[in-house]
C-alpha cells in the first residue's frame, strides 16, 4: 500500500469523498504539458495493472501496467512518441487541505487524434526490460543480475544491495545454465524473481520494485464500500514447491512436513540448474518458505475505490457473505478514473488438485541437448566491475563440455578504462639571445641589465650586438603508456606460449581476445579462463563491458558434475612488525575426481613477496 497519512485512511472509509485527478505529459524533446481534471473526457481513464494470471497465484511474474486516457487537447500526436505521462489523484482530508498520491508513470505507446480529443494509450517501464539478452552466461547472486538488468534499460532500481541479499536466497551465488529460453532482459527478471519468491512491478516513482506475498493485512474492506463482490468456498494454500532438473531430466518435489496444499510448479528455471543436489534444495525450500505464509479466499470485487492500494496487499473483507476471519491478497487491480475501482485475488482449489501433478517426471517437451554436427555457443557476460592493477584478475570464466572429441574456439572483446601511469619528461631548450652593442662597441650595460625591449624586441638601441648561445632545462609531465597482459588458463593449466598484450595511453580502449583449443575431452567439464593485469597503470572493466563465448560441434548444455571443487582465498597488503611486508597473496585448493581411479590434490601458492631490508621479490609455490 502506498504510504498515506492517517487522515487519508480516515478521509477514504467516509461515504462521501471529494478528489480530482490532474497529470503531466513530457514529450522526448523535454516539452510539458499540464492538464486537470476536467481535460479528461468523462468515464476514458483508467489505469489497470496485474500480479498473476486469470486461474491461479504465480511468482516471478513481470507483468507491465497499462494506462489509458482521452483529453480534450490539441496537442500534436506526432510529438508524443515515447512520451512519458504522470497522474496523481488528489484526496480532500477532514481538515479541508487535499493529498496528493501519486498514481504512476507510463511510456505513450499509441496516440490517436480524434476531431476535439487525443486519445492515448500507455504502459510503465517494464517493457523497457524488452531487450534482447543474448543468452549471455552470468554469474552473480541476485542483486548482481538485477543491476546488470536494470543498468541495460535504464530503469532505477529500488532496492539496495543490503535488502536484496538479506533476502533468503539473496547472497546466493547464481548461474545462469547454457542452454537456456531467456531472450529479453525481461525474462531473467522472471527467473530471478521466482529464486526471490515474489514477482516484480514498476512502482509509482517508476523503480523495479520486489514484491512478496505476506499475512499482514493492509485495509479492511466493509460491506457498505462494496458495490457487487464474490468470494470462492476454498482457502488458496501452497505446500510444495517443483522444479525440473534438466541435468536429471526430472521434476524435484519439495514439500512441507503436512502437505495437503496445492503445488507451485517452478519449471526450468535457468538460476537452478547449477550447483549440488543440497544447493538446489536450500534454493528450493526457501522459495516454499516465502509460498507457505499464502492463505487466501479467492474474490473479485467493486468498490468504492482506494487510490492507495496496490498489488501485492493484503485485505480483509467484512459485511454481507464475507469472511471477516480470512485474508486476500490483490492480484489484479483498475482504478477508473472518477469511476469504481475493481480488485480481485485469483487461486486454486487445493481440494481439486491432481496428486500426479506434484512429481511428474515425465517433462514434456524436454530436447536433446547434445547432437551430433551441431554448433553450439556458450557465452558470458561480466555481472559485476572489475579493478585491474598488476596482479591477475580473472575477467571470463566459461564452463562447457562435449559429447565427442573435436575443437573449440574462444572469443572475447573487453573495454577497459585505462589510467595510465604519469611520466616525469626532461628537454634542454636551446636559442640565441642577442645583446645590443653601444656607439663605441661595448655591450649596452643599461639595456642589457634591466633587460628593456623595444618593439623590434631588442635590448638596446645600437644596430650590432654581441649573440650569446643559451641551454635552459625544461621539465613537464605527460601521459605514460600501460601495458595490458593477458592470462589464459585452460582447466586449471596457464597457457604460456600466447599472452597477448596491448599498450596503451588513458582513455577507454577495446582488448579483442581469441585462442582455438585443439582435442577437447569428450563428457567431462572443461574450464576456460582469462586473466587481465595491467603494469605502469590502472584500469577498471565496467558491468557488461566484457563479453565472451566459446563455440564447436557436439557441444553439451552441460556435463555432469565431476567432482571439482574450486576455493579461491585472497587477502590485501598486510606489514608484520615493520620489516615485512606483502603486496598480497592467493591460494588455490584443487580437488579433482574425474574418474572413480583418480585422486589428486594440490596446494598452489602464488605470488612475489618482500622480504627483510634487500626486498628482493621471491616467487614461492609448491605443488603436491
Not at 497499462?66 to 500534436?76: P, R
Not at 555432469?560 to 571443487?565: F, L, P
Request: with cysteine; hydrophobic share 35%; aromatic share 10%.
Amino acid at each position: 500500500m502506498y504510504p498515506v497519512s492517517e487522515a487519508f485512511l480516515q478521509a477514504v472509509q467516509e461515504n462521501t469523498r471529494e478528489y480530482y485527478w490532474t497529470g503531466k505529459i513530457t514529450t522526448k524533446a523535454g516539452k510539458e504539458y499540464l492538464f486537470g481534471y476536467r481535460d479528461i473526457v468523462k468515464g476514458s481513464g483508467y489505469i489497470t495493472a496485474q500480479c498473476c494470471g486469470s486461474t491461479e497465484l504465480e511468482i516471478g511474474t513481470v507483468y507491465a501496467s497499462e494506462m489509458g486516457i482521452t483529453l480534450f487537447s490539441q496537442i500534436d500526436r506526432y510529438t508524443l512518441e515515447d512520451a512519458k505521462v504522470e497522474l496523481s489523484c488528489h484526496f480532500r482530508l477532514p481538515d479541508g487541505n487535499f493529498e496528493e498520491i501519486p498514481m504512476g508513470i507510463f511510456e505513450v505507446s499509441e496516440a490517436n487524434r480524434h476531431l476535439k480529443t487525443l486519445e492515448l494509450k500507455a504502459y510503465d517501464y517494464m517493457l523497457r526490460f524488452e531487450k534482447g539478452f543474448n543468452g549471455f552466461e552470468t554469474v552473480g547472486n541476485a542483486y548482481a543480475f538485477l543491476e546488470l538488468c536494470c543498468g541495460a534499460c535504464n530503469v532505477e532500481l529500488a532496492h539496495t544491495k543490503e535488502e536484496i541479499e538479506a533476502m533468503p536466497n539473496g547472497p546466493e551465488l547464481l548461474s545462469i545454465y547454457p542452454e537456456n529460453d531467456i531472450e529479453t532482459y525481461r525474462d531473467v527478471l522472471y527467473f530471478v524473481a521466482q529464486v526471490l519468491g515474489g514477482f516484480f512491478c514498476i512502482n509509482r516513482e517508476g523503480r523495479l520494485e520486489l514484491r512478496k506475498y505476506g499475512t499482514v493485512p493492509v485495509l479492511e474492506i466493509k460491506g457498505r464500500h462494496r458495490f457487487s463482490s464474490s468470494f470462492s468456498d476454498f482457502i488458496t494454500r501452497y505446500t510444495a514447491v517443483s522444479s525440473t532438473n534438466l541435468r536429471t531430466q526430472t521434476a524435484e518435489y519439495y514439500a512441507l512436513e503436512t502437505d495437503d496444499g496445492l503445488t507451485m510448479n517452478l519449471g526450468v528455471n535457468p538460476l537452478l540448474q547449477f550447483g549440488l543436489e543440497e544447493t538446489r534444495r536450500t534454493l528450493c525450500e526457501n522459495i516454499l518458505a516465502d509460498l507457505s505464509v499464502i492463505s487466501y479466499v479467492p474474490f473479485d470485487s467493486s468498490t468504492i475505490g482506494n487510490p492507495a492500494l496496490d498489488l501485492g496487499d493484503v485485505l480483509t473483507f467484512s459485511g454481507g457473505q464475507a469472511d471477516g476471519t480470512q485474508t486476500a491478497c490483490i492480484t489484479s487491480i483498475e482504478h477508473r478514473i472518477g469511476g469504481r475501482q475493481s480488485i480481485r485475488c485469483v487461486g486454486k482449489n487445493p481440494r481439486l488438485a491432481q496428486a500426479k501433478s506434484k512429481n511428474d517426471k515425465n517433462i514434456s517437451g524436454l530436447l536433446n541437448q547434445i547432437e551430433a554436427g551441431k554448433i553450439g555457443i556458450h557465452t558470458f557476460t561480466n555481472a559485476s566491475a572489475y579493478t585491474i592493477n598488476d596482479s591477475n584478475v580473472r575477467i571470463v570464466s566459461i564452463e562447457f563440455a562435449s559429447s565427442e572429441e573435436t575443437h573449440i574456439q574462444f572469443f572475447g572483446q573487453v573495454i577497459v578504462d585505462v589510467a595510465a601511469v604519469q611520466e616525469d619528461r626532461e628537454a634542454s631548450a636551446k636559442g640565441s639571445i642577442v645583446i645590443p652593442a653601444n656607439a663605441d662597441g661595448t655591450a649596452g650595460a643599461g639595456d642589457a641589465e634591466t633587460g628593456d625591449m623595444d618593439e623590434s624586441g631588442s635590448t638596446g638601441t645600437g644596430d650590432d650586438g654581441i649573440t650569446v648561445e643559451v641551454e635552459l632545462p625544461v621539465a613537464w609531465k605527460e601521459d605514460g603508456m600501460a601495458e595490458a597482459i593477458v592470462t589464459f588458463v585452460f582447466n586449471d593449466e596457464e597457457i604460456l606460449l600466447h599472452h597477448p598484450a596491448e599498450t596503451w595511453h588513458s582513455g577507454k580502449h577495446t582488448f579483442s581476445l581469441y585462442y582455438p583449443i585443439d582435442n577437447v575431452v569428450p563428457n567431462i567439464t572443461n574450464t576456460f579462463e582469462v586473466y587481465l593485469r595491467m603494469s605502469n597503470g590502472t584500469g577498471s572493466v565496467d558491468t557488461g563491458d566484457c563479453i565472451a563465448a566459446v563455440s564447436g560441434q557436439a557441444m553439451a548444455a552441460a556435463a555432469a558434475w565431476d567432482g571439482k571443487i574450486n576455493i579461491e582465498e585472497t587477502a590485501a597488503r598486510f606489514m608484520i612488525g615493520g620489516g615485512i611486508q606483502a603486496r598480497g597473496y592467493g591460494e588455490t585448493v584443487k580437488m579433482e575426481t574425474m574418474e572413480l581411479v583418480q585422486r589428486s590434490y594440490s596446494d598452489h601458492v602464488a605470488g612475489k613477496y618482500a622480504i627483510g631490508a634487500f626486498c628482493r621479490p621471491v616467487a614461492m609455490g609448491q605443488e603436491v
